[in-house]
């Protein structure tokens, strides 16, 4: 799998063309009411010969950018039913599928109030992270954000980890992390980072859910993605799967600051809000 770390859209040479192939298997296997479009990565080829246009060397990368780069045609879209999308997922080696499914928003919340956490994360690594994704693992990792997020103690376990998982396929997760809490319940987190023009995807939410369940079958999964806001400020979302979707069990931002601009009003308030929580 083509990894995200500093990825721009695909060019609008290759986008045309993987849009006339994926418009054309779409078209070729769909029926009415469908709610899944199975097809074989090997039909491209034949679909690229039929169509008179060069195949691109690379077929795994046409499928990622519909995932994660750039919509699916318009030609497609328009099929899907009254809030639902159709979106690309693994269905085995070489094997994909359109699937309709009721998609969460990732997009950050605007005006959702930041939470300030002192800025722990070493002026060194910030230098030389490689690509916006180092850097906001870098900054999740020495924060302990997953920590403060889900309210667990974590260790990150390893990083862009590949593997293969049954049904799927190949899938690749930014960073996994297993935690513990005070009962003693055992946690694994998955991670996933989007910096700079990447989206972030549901899609590879569910694989790494889908990951977690067979590796890791006797821990809870609490699936985390994160987002750049801005230079020093991250969105945290929880995910979830219900009923074949993934959905949002919390959000929160976080700004990354030093400790003495957080102020001692910021601190009361922070106080005053945990205790009407527990109310």
Not at 72 to 77: A, D, H
Not at 237 to 258: C, D, K, Q
Request: with cysteine; net charge neutral.
């Amino acid at each position: 799998m083509a990894k995200r770390m500093g990825l721009k859209a695909a060019p609008a040479k290759n986008s045309s063309r993987y849009a006339q192939i994926i418009a054309k298997v779409f078209e070729t296997h769909y029926r009415p009411n469908a709610e899944a479009v199975p097809f074989d990565r090997s039909e491209f080829a034949e679909i690229a010969t039929a169509l008179h246009i060069e195949l691109p060397k690379n077929l795994g990368d046409a499928i990622y950018s519909f995932k994660y780069r750039v919509p699916l045609p318009v030609s497609i879209t328009d099929t899907a039913p009254s809030g639902k999308v159709w979106a690309l997922a693994n269905a085995g080696r070489g094997k994909y599928e359109f699937r309709l499914v009721c998609p969460p928003d990732l997009t950050p919340k605007v005006g959702l109030s930041s939470i300030m956490v002192p800025d722990a994360t070493p002026e060194i690594v910030g230098a030389y992270a490689l690509g916006d994704e180092q850097a906001l693992l870098a900054r999740v990792r020495y924060n302990r954000l997953v920590d403060v997020f889900l309210g667990i103690v974590a260790w990150s376990l390893q990083n862009h980890l590949r593997t293969t998982v049954e049904g799927i396929g190949q899938i690749e997760v930014d960073e996994l992390y297993v935690g513990v809490d005070k009962t003693g319940r055992q946690f694994v987190v998955p991670v996933e980072a989007k910096g700079g023009t990447d989206k972030a995807s549901w899609q590879q939410t569910a694989q790494d859910i889908a990951c977690c369940a067979q590796k890791f079958p006797n821990l809870i999964c609490r699936a985390v993605t994160a987002q750049f806001v801005s230079s020093n400020k991250i969105a945290m979302f929880e995910l979830t799967a219900n009923n074949g979707n993934i959905v949002i069990v919390g959000e929160r931002h976080y700004e990354l600051a030093r400790a003495t601009e957080i102020t001692e009003e910021t601190l009361l308030q922070y106080k005053r809000t945990a205790s009407s929580d527990s109310d």
